[in-house]
Structure formats: structure tokens, C-alpha cells
């Protein structure tokens, strides 16, 4: 059965209205502390947010729907997704909430809830408290209320935390590294991280001030980082998005890397310390048939899930793998974060980088992608992935390829978006296909 709350990542939406408004976040946290009371121990949730306006709102809705039905509230300001769910489990809480839109403009906002392990949630679990947001909550007595309180050092913990991935024979020292962190939630500490590592840290997008997260920085919008490696002459740079949970890399000659290169880089690298598990890792059917066939080359697969961090993760439990994640640079570690962590992933390149003494531009570039495209199309309502003159040209696409290449098109899990792919060893075919479909589904739409 369809969600009516929850995306491919959380409850997403703009703020005010609904799902994103601050009543229907009450009500989860009624929902999910009801669903997470389990035993007689006094229960307790840990909720974080990014630097967006509506995370004072939100972040007050759902402290009011957990203490209603008894549970604790451990509240942690600004800090990325990955060290909300590592918070969660170490702190022994029963869940975890990121209150994020993640890479999405300010005005969106969106709700992600942890287990007590710092895994996101099940189906049933979503489901479960999908069904119980239309019932009437069950209240507690009154001398049953939560309690609200914040944790000043959880910066310490998650730097300590990511730092302890880095390994401990190694130092930054002598490496001249540009960080934008999108002002978002890592605003503080990833450039924290990475001085205390040694780094001569630039740090850009520092500076939240509620509307400007994700707005020209970060990891959807390279340009100003890019600008900056090459101004400064500096050996790397580093963007993260908005809940800090994605990475994307510029090499020293500004040259703008993607999740797929950093993975081949992290897989083979892990694959020849013989610390690789699975024989090989987890990508989405959206990588590039290149990092596939490089990886075949190292004598590696590549197994492929749906779009979606949860279910790059969901394929990496089932089958034993530790790497894995998405060209757009949710990378997932399982030896060192149970999401995606680009603060993580990006010391292990930094790791890399330092221990092969090579410039960034020879380390980050594995292999040459095939061409490939990339367009959304925004629609405000209907179904026009049904509709019979999109059908067709999907088809006529598809055969225009002729099995040299291959074609995606999906509905966005967090946005109304038709995204429309195509690959190919012919660049100019990709575009031509691509942009007829699109131009069938703004008809349609």
C-alpha cells in the first residue's frame, strides 16, 4: 500500500504546508514514541536538525508529541544526519529524529527517524506509524510527561567519532583542503575535523543564517567551491549537502568528481588492505556502467539497488557488504556509520590521498564514465508516467540505444520530479533520447 507520509528518506515537504507543518510533526512524535515504548526503562529520543528557519518549529512540535506520550527528549542543535543516528546509539536512546530537507532549498523541510540501532526504518515500521498518525493519541498521566534537555558536547562525540575512521598513523599535515559545507548542519564540525587532523582548512559556507543553506554552495552546487581550490592553489575540496550525509569532491584542478569515482577509489582501495567484504559494492541503478566495468577489472562487482540510501543499505545487510552508496555521493560505510556520512567518506579519500602521495587529479579519476544525462522534469499533479504518448517515447528511446546504453526514468521519492536518465557511448544519441522523453512528459504533465 502507498505511504501518505513517507518519501524514499523521511516525511519531505515545504514547510507549513502539509505534511511539513508544525501539527502533523506533533503527531509524529506521538505516533513514533508510542511505537517505540517497548518495556518498563524511562525511554528516550534524540532529535537534531540542520540550520533551516523551520527547524526551531519543528524541532518544538515534535519535542511537545514525545513528551505527550512519555518519552524523553535529548536535543542536540545543528549536527549532521550520520551523527544523529551514531548519537542515538550511543547515547542507548530508543530512536533517533533528523529534522533535515537534506539537499532541498530552505523552504522545505522534512522529518527522518532512526531506530535504536541508528539504522533508518523499516517499511513496517513507517507503516506502523503511518496507521497511528489518523488515531488519537494515547496520552500519558501527567506525572508521566517527558522530559526536554540538551546535550552541549555532542559536537565533541561526533568529531571524535568520525575522526576515529581516519587512520592513526596518518596526519593532514602539509594538505591545503577548501571544505563547503553548504551552510548546513556540519558548518562546524567537519572544518573542526579536519583542523584537528592536521588540515589547512578554507572553510566556505560556515555561516547559516536560517535561508541561505543548500543556496549557491555545498554539494548540489560545486562552482563556488571549485572557484575557491583554484584561487587558493589548495590540494583538495570538500562539499557536503545540507544534512551533511553526501559528498562530492573537486580534485586540485577544480575538476568536480561524483559519488561514483569516490566509491571506485574507497572499494579498491579496501579491496587491496583485504578490509572489503562482499567481493564488492553496493551502488544504485544509477551509477555509471564505466565504475562497473572498472570494478570488473579489479575483479569486483557491483551490485545494484533502487535509488535511495535505505535501499543501497538494505542490499549491503542482506548481502554482507561494507561500501556502498550513490552517484550524487550518499557514500555508506558499515564499518564506521550506519547512513551515509560525507565527513567520513571524505577522510577516507583525504586517507588516500595522503598514503599514495599522488596530486588529486591522478587519485579521484579511476576510470572514464560513459556519456550519461540527467534531466527532471517538474510536474504539479497526475500521473504522467501512465500517460500513452510518454510510454511511447520511452519505447522509441529505448530502441534508439538498441542495447548499447540504458534508460531510467523514475518518479522522485522526495520531490515532484520526473527524472528522466540516459547512457550511452554516444553523447549526442544520450541527449537527443533524453530530451525527447522529457519533452513527452512536460506535454503529459
Known sequence: MAKKYFGTDGIRGRTNDEPMTAEIAMRVGQAAGAHFRRGDHRHRVVIGKDTRLSGYMMESALTAGF????MDVVLVGPMPTPAVAML??????DMGVMVSASHNPFADNGIKLFGPDGYKLSDADEAAIEAALDRAPKLVASADIGRARRVEDARGRYIHAAKSSFPEHLRLDGLRIVVDCANGAAYHVAP???????????ALGVNPNGININDKCGSTDPEALRAKVLETRADIGIALDGDADRLIVVDNLGKVVDGDQLMALIGSSQ??????RGGGIVATVMSNLGLERFLGGQGLTLERAAVGDRYVLETMRSGGYNVGGEQSGHIILADHATTGDGLIAALQVL???????????????LFDPLPQLLKNVRFSGGKPLEDATVKAAIAEGEARLNGTGRLLIRKSGTEPLIRVMAEGEDDALVEQVVDSICDAVRRAA
Open 192 to 202: 573542526s575535523a579536519l583542523w584537528e587532523l592536521g588540515g589547512d582548512v578554507i
Open 271 to 276: 579491496a587491496r588492505q583485504g578490509l572489503l
Open 351 to 365: 586517507a588516500e590521498l595522503v598514503e599514495s602521495g599522488k596530486p588529486a587529479n591522478e587519485l579521484l579519476h
Open 67 to 70: 513528551t505527550s506520550v512519555g
Open 88 to 93: 542515538t546509539r550511543s547515547m542507548r536512546a
